[in-house]
């Protein structure tokens, strides 16, 4: 079993940033990627980023250029740095893990709230 939980939610003004944090507990040998996903209202859950234990990252178009991913794998932590936000960022943030990216849905935490202002 697996357990993730995210924190660094919160409410930001447009234009500002944000970083999440997910720390991993469990048997996690066979764990290679982690990633953040976000659903809002309304809306189905989405990939933001995504990150191999080589490093290895992959974004949406939605997160190019404003989001970055990251990992400390001695921490078994990932994070989630959010800059230029914008209103429509606003959702939650799931931390998420899998063997590979194909299975990363395997292990989801809770979630956390982010929410952007105008």
């Known amino acids: 079993q697996v357990w993730l939980v995210e924190s660094g939610g919160g409410l930001v003004q447009a234009g500002g940033s944000l970083r999440l944090s997910c720390a991993a507990s469990?048997?996690?040998?066979?764990?290679?990627?982690m990633g953040w996903h976000r659903q809002a209202p309304g809306l189905q859950r989405e990939l933001v980023a995504d990150?191999?234990?080589?490093?290895?990252?992959n974004y949406a178009d939605s997160a190019k250029g404003r989001y970055t991913i990251s990992r400390d794998n001695a921490k078994n932590t990932v994070y989630l740095q959010m800059n230029n936000m914008r209103p429509e960022d606003t959702a939650v943030y799931y931390c998420s893990a899998g063997r590979s990216r194909a299975d990363l849905g395997s292990y989801w935490g809770r979630g956390t709230q982010v929410t952007v202002s105008s």
């Open positions: 469990g048997f996690l040998s066979n764990i290679d990627v």
């Open positions: 990150i191999t234990r080589s490093g290895n990252t």
